[in-house]
C-alpha cells in the first residue's frame, strides 16, 4: 500500500494563478482532509470529506475549493493564488471514528 | 471551540536522557482524543500516541508515554532514553469523540533537539 499520496511535492505559482493539489488513498478510507501549515503554527484545517458525495469546510477554508472525486480522491483547487496560501499543504485519511488520520507528504507551495 | 496550546517552542535534551513536552488543551466535552504527532524535516507527520480520553490508563509505545490529566485540561509526554532519531517537531492534538469526521486541532509544535 502507498498510504495516502499527494501530487505535486513542489510548486510555484504566481499571483492570480490557479492549480489543484491532488490527493489519493489506497486504504479504503472513509474520511479525507486538507490542511495547511504555517511557520510557527500547528496544521489547520481547510475542507473536510467525511465520506464519498460529502465535503464540509474547516477553520479557514476561504481561497479554496475541494471536489470529493470518488472515494480515493479528494482535490484541493486554488483558483486565484495569493501570497498568503504560500504554505504546506497535507491531505490525510480515516477509516472511521475509531481510528487515528494517515497524512501524506506535504505539498510545498510557493505564490509569488 | 477547542485550543490546544503547546507552551514550549523549542526544548533540548541529550542522548539516553529523559524529556518532557507539554500540551494543555480547552474543551467542554467529556469524550475525546488525545494524540502527539512527530515531524521530522522529511515534514511526514507520524503518529507517536494517542490517548482515550475515557481511559485513566496512561498510553505508552515503547520509549514514549504520556501524563494524562483529565481535570487538568494537561497532555504531556515522556521520551525516555532520547535517541538521536526523536530530533523533529512534536505537535500535540484534540480530536473530538463526536461526529462522523471528527477533525484534528493542532496545538503550534514544539521543537525538540536532541545532543550528544
Known amino acids: 500500500n502507498a498510504g495516502v499520496t499527494q501530487t505535486p511535492k513542489f510548486q510555484v505559482l504566481k499571483t492570480g494563478q490557479s492549480m489543484t493539489l491532488q490527493c489519493a488513498q489506497d486504504?479504503?478510507?472513509?474520511?479525507m482532509y486538507w490542511y495547511r501549515q504555517d511557520p510557527g503554527m500547528g496544521l489547520r484545517l481547510i475542507y473536510y470529506?467525511?465520506?464519498?458525495?460529502?465535503?464540509d469546510k474547516g477553520e479557514v477554508p476561504n481561497g479554496y475549493n475541494v471536489s470529493r472525486l470518488n472515494k480515493r480522491e479528494f482535490s484541493l483547487r486554488l483558483e486565484s493564488a495569493a501570497p498568503s496560501q504560500t504554505s504546506v499543504y497535507f491531505c490525510?485519511?480515516?477509516?472511521?471514528?475509531?481510528?487515528?488520520?494517515?497524512f501524506g507528504p506535504g505539498t510545498r507551495l510557493t505564490v509569488t | 471551540a477547542q485550543t490546544v496550546t503547546q507552551s514550549q517552542p523549542e526544548m533540548s535534551v541529550q542522548e539516553a536522557e529523559t524529556v518532557t513536552l507539554s500540551c494543555t488543551y480547552d474543551?467542554?466535552?467529556?469524550?475525546?482524543?488525545l494524540f502527539w504527532y512527530k515531524q521530522p524535516p522529511s515534514r511526514q507527520m507520524i503518529l507517536v500516541i494517542r490517548?482515550?480520553?475515557?481511559?485513566?490508563q496512561n498510553a505508552t509505545e515503547n520509549r514514549f508515554s504520556v501524563n494524562f490529566q483529565k481535570a487538568a485540561k494537561s497532555f504531556s509526554l515522556k521520551i525516555s532514553d532520547s535517541q538521536l532519531g526523536d530530533a523533529a517537531m512534536y505537535f500535540c492534538?484534540?480530536?473530538?469523540?463526536?461526529?462522523?469526521?471528527?477533525?484534528?486541532?493542532f496545538g503550534t509544535g514544539t521543537r525538540l533537539q536532541v545532543t550528544l
Open positions: 470529506s467525511a465520506s464519498e458525495g460529502t465535503t
Open positions: 492534538a484534540y480530536r473530538s469523540d463526536t461526529g462522523t469526521a471528527s477533525k484534528l486541532t
Open positions: 474543551t467542554s466535552e467529556s469524550d475525546y482524543y
Open positions: 486504504m479504503n478510507h472513509n474520511s
Open positions: 490517548q482515550e480520553a475515557y481511559k485513566q
Open positions: 490525510a485519511s480515516r477509516r472511521g471514528p475509531e481510528y487515528e488520520q494517515y
